[in-house]
């Protein structure tokens, strides 16, 4: 049996456009990946998501959206695809072994969180290497430790980290913060923070844990050794679209190319951090997931296969 509309990705975007098609009648199965929920469910306070004037936690807001779906009918897969066909109709989604056939596909499988690269660092990935401040931060009690960025993220990291540890130092590659003015300055004003200007950490020393990092300095080309306990990444995010490769027109970064919410195949839409590099928030990836379940309302409606 071919289902009408399958969803791959369960962030704001993919649980909008749930909430969307399923409200339609259109019964969407949802393939919800392994790291269900997506990005918020990383993330503490959300402060800028209307409706929550005192704000909510990110996971709970998730939890949220997921209830709502559900409650109107969208069925869930807890699993990550593994292999697509949209070569023809109806289009193939496989979770390993397992075909799903559909008439129509949503992408909504937004980004993941860039790594620096460097000497130390995968070695050392949860034994003091994070990219994840909400998930790790516990450990770092009474601990000294580096966030590594200059947005919106790093700030957030930076001050949720200070809640744990004795000292958070800010690493960025530039004289001045990308992140917005107000989390700037709640980070750079905050007494446990202490930001090091135009430096980037070329390696990550420690054996069985992080004992510190080089660093090197951006304009001088100077290299220095700092002892730390941790390292925290926070340098933005790729889009999670290796299973399209050489399926659907993705651009230079690997972001899925769209008109609107439509791809490069008819039939295939896309909505979220998977396409969008440019908002990124999860009210914008929400509204595009409500974008895409009514693109694709309207394309079944005019195929006839709704
Ligand atoms: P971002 O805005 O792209 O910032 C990434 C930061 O990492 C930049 O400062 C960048 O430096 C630095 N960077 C990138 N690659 C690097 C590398 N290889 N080595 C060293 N530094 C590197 O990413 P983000 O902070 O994750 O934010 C993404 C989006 O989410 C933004 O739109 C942001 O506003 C939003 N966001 C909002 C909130 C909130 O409002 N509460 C919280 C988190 C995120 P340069 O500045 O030199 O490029």
Not at 49 to 71: H, S, T, W
Not at 255 to 274: C, K, L
Request: charged residues 25%.
């Amino acid at each position: 049996m071919s289902e009408t509309v399958l969803i791959i990705g369960s962030g704001p975007a993919g649980l909008t456009a749930a909430v969307y098609a399923a409200r339609a009648d259109l019964s969407p199965l949802m393939i919800e990946g392994m790291a269900a929920g997506g990005q918020l469910m990383l993330t503490t306070d959300v402060e800028n998501y209307p409706g929550f004037p005192d704000g909510i936690m990110g996971p709970d807001l998730m939890g949220q959206f997921r209830k709502q779906a559900e409650r109107f009918g969208t069925r869930i897969v807890s699993s990550d695809v593994t292999k697509v066909d949209f070569s023809a109709r109806p289009f193939k989604v496989w979770v390993d072994q397992d075909l799903h056939e559909a008439d129509s596909i949503i992408i909504s499988t937004g980004a993941s969180a860039r790594w620096l690269d460097v000497p130390g660092e995968e070695k050392l990935r949860g034994y003091g290497v994070s990219a994840c401040a909400t998930c790790d931060g516990f450990f770092f009690r009474d601990k000294e430790i580096m966030v590594v960025g200059g947005g919106d993220s790093a700030m957030e990291e930076a001050l949720f980290l200070t809640k744990f540890a004795s000292k958070v130092t800010i690493v960025h590659r530039r004289d001045e913060f990308r992140a917005s003015k107000i989390m700037a300055r709640r980070a750079i004003e905050h007494p446990k923070v202490e930001v090091m200007w135009d430096s980037v950490i070329t390696e990550i020393k420690g054996d069985t844990a992080v004992t510190g990092v080089m660093v090197e300095n951006t304009k001088t080309g100077d290299v220095t050794e700092h002892a730390t306990d941790g390292v925290f990444m926070a340098i933005g995010h790729d889009p999670n679209t290796s299973i399209f490769q050489g399926v659907l027109d993705l651009d230079d970064e690997g972001y899925i190319v769209a008109d609107g919410t439509a791809t490069s195949i008819d039939g295939v839409f896309a909505a979220g951090d998977v396409v969008d590099k440019v908002y990124r928030q999860a009210i914008t990836a929400a509204g595009m997931g409500c974008q895409a379940a009514l693109d694709t309302e309207r394309w079944l409606a005019a195929h006839e296969e709704g």
